[in-house]
Each structure stands twice: as structure tokens, then as C-alpha cells.
């Protein structure tokens, strides 16, 4: 048999896929993306939020050693700005956006020992209170 008829052949007995296979393909599809769809989806906040624990760690551990160099935190809302650049090579933003502000509290929750408070307010997150009393 020539080659041609072969390939004839073979075209006419290939039908194709059934309408069951297709159905079951997409719904694997389907059912593959919803799982790792939000998973991607989630990605951003959970950045923002690891960078804000690494905020909060480097402003305590920054607040620490100024504390250990002058007896006492900074004193006036530019509190931050004064650790740069010794303690901090810029002071970070928030993650969702906006600043963090810094309060000194002279007394601290015991009445003695000075502390600090930081906040920070984002888009549509809540805001971020850290108090740290000595």
C-alpha cells in the first residue's frame, strides 16, 4: 500500500475527542486553579505583613541602641528621623502605604521608666500600635 493511502487511512478513523473528555479536562483545570490561584493572590499581603514584623524589629532593636548610647529614647515626633544614620540607614515606610509616627512617653506604663509608642496607618489596614516601656 503507498504511502498516501496509509495517511488517508489513519485521517479518517481519527475522530477527535468526545465532548466527555473535553468536560473533564477543563473541570481538572478548574478545579487545579482554585487551589493555587489565591494562594498567588495572597502573595502581596503576606509580604506587606513580614515587612512589617521586620519594621517593627528594626525599630525596637535601633529605639535599643540609642537608648544604650543617651539614657533615653528620642524625645520630640521626629523621633525616628534622629536614628538615622546612625542606628537606621532610612527610617522604612509603612507597607500599605503612609508613615510611621513615633510618641515619647516619658513616664512608660510603670510611671518611671520612659517607653515609646509607634502607629502607622495604611490603606485599609489596621493601624500598628508597638509600645515599648525600658
Same mark, same amino acid.
Given at each position: ?9 489513519? #485521517? ?9 473528555? !473535553?468536560? !473533564? !479536562? ?11 490561584? &489565591? ?30 548610647? *543617651?539614657?533615653?529614647? &528620642? ?9 538615622? &544614620? ?8 509603612? &507597607?500599605?502605604?503612609?508613615? *510611621?509616627?513615633? *510618641? ?26 508597638? #509600645?515599648?516601656?525600658?
Amino acid at each position: 500500500m503507498p504511502w498516501w493511502r496509509i495517511t488517508l487511512a489513519l #485521517n479518517r478513523n481519527d475522530r477527535g475527542f468526545t465532548l466527555l473528555e !473535553v468536560t !473533564v !479536562v477543563a473541570v481538572v483545570l478548574g478545579i487545579l486553579a482554585a487551589m493555587v490561584v &489565591p494562594r498567588y493572590l495572597d502573595a502581596p499581603e503576606r509580604a506587606r505583613e513580614k515587612a512589617l514584623l521586620v519594621d517593627y524589629r528594626t525599630f525596637q532593636e535601633a529605639l535599643s541602641l540609642y537608648y544604650q548610647d *543617651y539614657g533615653d529614647y &528620642p524625645h520630640d515626633s521626629n523621633g525616628l528621623e534622629e536614628l538615622v &544614620p546612625d542606628y537606621l540607614k532610612k527610617v522604612p515606610s509603612y &507597607p500599605w502605604g503612609g508613615e *510611621y509616627s513615633y *510618641y515619647y512617653d516619658s513616664r512608660g506604663k510603670d510611671g518611671k521608666t520612659p517607653g515609646y509608642k509607634i502607629e502607622a496607618e495604611g490603606s485599609g489596614k489596621e493601624p500598628l500600635q508597638v #509600645n515599648y516601656d525600658g
